[in-house]
C-alpha cells in the first residue's frame, strides 16, 4: 500500500510546486565607446510547469529593466517682472536613471494597483520617494518628470512588449539609448496567474564607459581641478589658433 501512495503523494506535490521562469539575456555587459548609438537588449526564456503540464489559458510576463536610483530635482519656471525664474521645486530621492517594462497586454489588464506598486509595474507606480511639496505640486511635478524622462528615452513602456510561443517560451527587445546613464542594471521577469505574480526572476546588467571615454571621465571625477584648466587652456588655444586664421 506505501508502494503505491507514493508515486501519488510526489504526483500531487508535483502539480502544487509553483511554475518557474529559466531566463537569460544578449548582453551582461554593454560598453560604451565615442560611436556608441544604442543597443538593444534581448531577454529570454522559458516557463517551466510543474508536472510538465502547460496550461491552455495563456500566461501573462512582465519584464522590467531598472537603471540605479538617484536624486532629481524638478523645477518649475515662472515668468516674474519679465524674467523666467524658478518658482517652486519637487525633489525625487529614487528616480530610477532608466526604466523599461514590456509586458504580454496592459498592465491594468494583469494586476491591481496594489500589486503594480509593489512590484513597480509601469510608470504609473514607480516609487520616486518626493521629500517636499503638497500632494497636489506632487502629482504635477512627477507626470512632468514621466513626461521628460519618455522624450528622454529614458523611459518606456510597451504594453506588447512580450512575445510568447506556445505558452511556453517568451522572450523581450528593451530599446537602449545612446545618452543612457553608465551603473549596473536590473532586469527583473515576473510571470503573472490571475492577478498574482507567482514566479519571478532577475537578471544583472552592467553599463559603463570603455576605452578613451572611460580614460575621460575617470580623469574628470579623479582630477577635476587638473581637467578643469586643460580644457580652459584648450578652449584658449583653439581660440587663438582660430584668430590667426581668420587673419589671415
Do not use: C
Not at 544578449?26 to 508536472?51: M, N, R, T, W
Not at 525625487?92 to 496594489?114: C, G, K, N, Q
Not at 517636499?132 to 518628470?145: K, M, N, V, W
Amino acid at each position: 500500500m506505501k508502494r503505491l501512495l507514493l508515486p501519488l503523494l510526489l504526483v500531487l506535490l508535483s502539480a502544487a510546486a509553483p511554475p518557474r521562469l529559466i531566463t537569460d539575456i544578449s548582453h551582461s555587459k554593454i560598453d560604451i565607446v565615442y560611436s556608441f548609438a544604442g543597443a538593444e537588449l534581448l531577454i529570454f526564456g522559458a516557463i517551466q510547469y510543474p508536472g510538465g503540464q502547460t496550461p491552455d489559458e495563456r500566461p501573462d510576463i512582465a519584464v522590467i529593466v531598472r537603471g540605479p536610483p538617484e536624486a532629481v530635482t524638478v523645477r518649475r519656471k515662472a515668468r516674474v517682472a519679465g524674467i523666467w525664474i524658478n518658482t517652486r521645486s519637487v525633489r525625487f530621492e529614487t528616480a530610477p536613471s532608466f526604466y523599461s517594462v514590456a509586458t504580454t497586454r496592459p498592465i491594468s489588464e494583469l494586476v491591481d494597483d496594489e500589486t503594480a506598486a509593489i512590484y513597480e509595474l509601469g510608470l504609473s507606480h514607480l516609487q520616486l520617494s518626493p521629500v517636499s511639496g503638497d500632494a497636489g505640486d506632487i502629482r504635477t511635478f512627477e507626470q512632468g518628470f514621466l513626461s521628460l524622462r519618455r522624450r528622454e528615452r529614458l523611459y518606456a513602456d510597451d504594453a506588447q512588449g512580450v512575445e510568447l510561443t506556445e505558452n511556453v517560451l517568451y522572450r523581450a527587445r528593451i530599446q537602449i539609448p545612446s545618452q543612457v546613464p553608465v551603473g549596473n542594471y536590473t532586469v527583473e521577469i515576473h510571470l503573472i496567474d490571475d492577478g498574482k505574480v507567482v514566479a519571478s526572476a532577475m537578471r544583472e546588467i552592467s553599463i559603463d564607459k570603455s576605452g578613451f571615454e572611460r580614460q575621460v571621465s575617470v580623469a574628470a571625477e579623479e582630477h577635476s581641478f587638473s581637467y578643469g584648466m586643460l580644457a580652459v587652456v584648450l578652449a584658449l588655444l583653439l581660440g587663438w589658433s582660430a584668430g590667426l586664421f581668420t587673419r589671415r
